[in-house]
C-alpha cells in the first residue's frame, strides 16, 4: 500500500469538486477587486475640478495678487481658495471664490491683506461631492 493509499484511508479522499470551486471564487474575488480598483483609480484621476501652477504679485502693502489655472469640468460650480502670508509666517489675507470658466483656464484673484504679504499659497479648488481640494 502506498502513503497516498494510507493517508486516503485514514483522512478521507478530498471532494472532487473542492478544487475547481476554489479556483471559480478565487477567480471572481479577483475580477471584482480588480474592479474596485479600477473604478477608484478612474474617479481620482478625473475630479471635477483642479487647480495648480501658481504665480503671484504682491500689488502694495494691502493687496496681493494670485494667478493660476482651473480646471473645470462642463457645469461644475466650483469653489477655490488662495491665502497671504507675512514675512513671519502670519496668515494676512485670504479668499474664497467661484472661478469664473475661461478658454484658457487662467484665473486671476485680488486678495486683500491686513498688511503686506510675501507670499501667497493656493489651497486648491473643490466641488460639490469633492471635499478634499485639488
Known amino acids: 500500500m502506498s502513503t497516498q493509499e494510507v493517508?486516503?484511508?485514514?483522512?478521507?479522499?478530498?471532494?472532487?469538486?473542492r478544487r475547481p470551486a476554489s479556483i471559480a471564487a478565487i477567480t471572481l474575488l479577483v475580477l471584482v477587486c480588480g474592479g474596485w480598483l479600477g473604478w477608484t483609480i478612474w474617479e481620482q484621476a478625473s475630479p471635477p475640478v483642479a487647480?495648480?501652477?501658481?504665480?503671484?504679485?504682491?500689488?502694495?502693502?494691502?493687496?496681493?495678487?494670485?494667478?493660476?489655472?482651473?480646471?473645470?469640468?462642463?457645469?461644475?460650480?466650483?469653489?477655490?481658495?488662495?491665502?497671504?502670508?507675512a514675512e513671519d509666517h502670519t496668515l494676512?489675507?485670504?479668499?474664497?471664490?467661484?472661478?469664473?470658466?475661461?478658454?484658457?483656464?487662467?484665473?486671476?484673484?485680488?486678495?486683500?491683506?491686513?498688511?503686506r504679504a510675501t507670499s501667497v499659497e493656493l489651497l486648491g479648488c473643490t466641488a460639490p461631492g469633492?471635499?478634499?481640494?485639488r
Open 51 to 85: 487647480s495648480g501652477e501658481l504665480t503671484f504679485t504682491i500689488v502694495d502693502d494691502n493687496t496681493a495678487s494670485a494667478r493660476f489655472v482651473v480646471d473645470l469640468q462642463d457645469d461644475v460650480v466650483a469653489t477655490c481658495t488662495v491665502r497671504a502670508y
Open 7 to 17: 493517508l486516503a484511508d485514514r483522512y478521507g479522499a478530498p471532494a472532487p469538486w
Open 130 to 133: 469633492q471635499p478634499r481640494p
Open 92 to 115: 494676512v489675507g485670504t479668499v474664497s471664490f467661484t472661478p469664473e470658466p475661461t478658454p484658457s483656464g487662467r484665473v486671476t484673484q485680488e486678495i486683500s491683506t491686513d498688511r
